[in-house]
C-alpha cells in the first residue's frame, strides 16, 4: 500500500464544492492595471501563454529555444487568444546551471522581438534574478513572473523602478529543487496563504501597487500531488486576499499523477492526456477563483475558459442565431 503524505488531503475530498456557480458569478473583481494595459478580472478570466527560450524545458524539449522559433511561437499564442506571453530562460526544475549572461541572451531578444512584433499584448518574465528582470523590463516586458518567492529581494526595487507587475509565487524551498517528503504546518493551504500574503505586503511596502501584484499558489513547487489538489480545491482562501490569482497548472505532475498520464503522446509529442486534466483543472481553479491560467496550449485554453465564462453568465455567446432566424 502506497505511503498516504501527512498533509494529504487535509480537508475531506469534496468538503470545498461549497460554490456555487451564482456564488462565482459574484466574485470579486480584482483589476490588473499595467502602463500597457488594464484587464478588469472579475468575470474575465485572462489566459497567459508559456514561450519556453531553453534548451532542456519538460514540455517541449527546446522546441521553442532558438529565437526564431521562440519568436514565432509567441505570435502563434497571440494569435490563438493569450492575453499575456510569459517567457522563461531557466528551466524551473533542476538541470544544468544558467548564467545571467546566459539567461539574459535568452529574454532580451526575445522580448525586443515580440514586442516589435505584437505591440499590444503584455508580455511576462519568468525569472528570479534582478539583473534579468531589469533588462527585460527596459526591453518592453510588463510583468515579472518571479517562482521562487523573493529569492532575489532586489527583484521587487526593479519591479517599482520599472513600474511593472509582479508575481508573488509560493516555492517553498530552494530555486530549482525538487520536493522530498514535504510537509506544511498546519497544513498546505494555510502555509501558501500566509507565504503569499508576506510577500504581497512586502511588495506594497515597497511601493508596488497593490493593482499590479498577483498571487500564484505554485502548483507543484515544493508539492505533493495531494498539495496541489487541496490547493485547487481551496483556492478562494487565497482569492480572499484580494489580489488576482495566477494558477500555473499546465501539464504538470500532479496532473499526470492524477490520472496516471504521461507528458507525452506515443509518437513523443507533447501533450497527451494531460491537456485535457489541464483543461479540467483550468475550469475547476476559475470555478474556486483563480483569475488568470498559465498554460502551453492556448487555442483549447481559451475555448474552455470562455465556454465556462458563458456558461456562468459572464459573457454572450459569440454568435446567436440558433431559433432566431
Known amino acids: 500500500m502506497a505511503e498516504r503524505h501527512p498533509d494529504a488531503l487535509s480537508v475531506p475530498l469534496f468538503a470545498a464544492a461549497d460554490r456555487s456557480a451564482?456564488?462565482?458569478?459574484?466574485?470579486?473583481?480584482?483589476?490588473?492595471?499595467?502602463?500597457?494595459r488594464r484587464i478588469a478580472l472579475g468575470t474575465r478570466t485572462a489566459v497567459m501563454g508559456i514561450v519556453n527560450r531553453t534548451p532542456d524545458?519538460?514540455?517541449?524539449?527546446?522546441?521553442?529555444?532558438?529565437?526564431?522559433?521562440?519568436?514565432?511561437?509567441?505570435?502563434?499564442?497571440?494569435?490563438?487568444?493569450?492575453?499575456?506571453?510569459?517567457?522563461?530562460?531557466?528551466k524551473g526544475g533542476p538541470g544544468d546551471e544558467v548564467s545571467v549572461a546566459d539567461e539574459l541572451d535568452?529574454?532580451?531578444?526575445f522580448v525586443e522581438a515580440l514586442r516589435d512584433a505584437e505591440p499590444d499584448v503584455l508580455l511576462s518574465v519568468d525569472t528570479f534574478r534582478a539583473p534579468v528582470a531589469d533588462a527585460a523590463l527596459a526591453a518592453?516586458?510588463?510583468?515579472?513572473?518571479?517562482?521562487?518567492?523573493l529569492h532575489d529581494p532586489e527583484v521587487l526595487d526593479v519591479v517599482v523602478a520599472r513600474q511593472a507587475g509582479y508575481v508573488a509565487m509560493h516555492h517553498g524551498g530552494r530555486p530549482r529543487t525538487r520536493p522530498?517528503?514535504?510537509?506544511?504546518?498546519?497544513?498546505?493551504?494555510?502555509?501558501?496563504?500566509?507565504h503569499c500574503a508576506e510577500l504581497t505586503d512586502r511588495a506594497l511596502a515597497a511601493g508596488v501597487p497593490a493593482e499590479r501584484l498577483i498571487v500564484d499558489p505554485g502548483h507543484d513547487?515544493?508539492?505533493?500531488?495531494?498539495?496541489?489538489?487541496?490547493?485547487?480545491?481551496?483556492l478562494p482562501e487565497l482569492a480572499a486576499l484580494g489580489f488576482p490569482v495566477l494558477v500555473a497548472l499546465s501539464n504538470k505532475d500532479f496532473i499526470g499523477e492524477t490520472l496516471?498520464?504521461?507528458?507525452?503522446?506515443a509518437d513523443g509529442t507533447p501533450g497527451?492526456?494531460?491537456?485535457?486534466?489541464?483543461?479540467?483543472a483550468a475550469v475547476f481553479c476559475i470555478l474556486r477563483g483563480a483569475h488568470l491560467v498559465r498554460v502551453h496550449e492556448v487555442r483549447r485554453t481559451v475555448d474552455a475558459v470562455r465556454m465556462t465564462e458563458a456558461l456562468l453568465g459572464w459573457r454572450r455567446p459569440a454568435v446567436e442565431v440558433r431559433g432566431l432566424e
Do not use: C, M, W
Open 57 to 90: 524545458s519538460f514540455y517541449d524539449r527546446g522546441a521553442s529555444f532558438a529565437l526564431d522559433a521562440a519568436v514565432a511561437r509567441g505570435r502563434q499564442l497571440v494569435a490563438e487568444g493569450a492575453d499575456i506571453v510569459d517567457v522563461g530562460g531557466v
Open 260 to 265: 496516471d498520464a504521461p507528458l507525452e503522446h
Open 106 to 109: 535568452r529574454i532580451v531578444p
Open 180 to 194: 522530498y517528503r514535504r510537509s506544511y504546518t498546519p497544513d498546505v493551504t494555510a502555509a501558501v496563504v500566509r
Open 221 to 234: 513547487f515544493q508539492k505533493t500531488t495531494a498539495h496541489s489538489l487541496e490547493l485547487s480545491r481551496r
Open 22 to 36: 451564482g456564488d462565482a458569478a459574484q466574485r470579486p473583481s480584482p483589476v490588473l492595471d499595467l502602463p500597457r
Open 140 to 149: 518592453g516586458a510588463d510583468i515579472v513572473n518571479d517562482v521562487t518567492g
Open 272 to 280: 497527451g492526456r494531460r491537456v485535457d486534466g489541464s483543461l479540467a
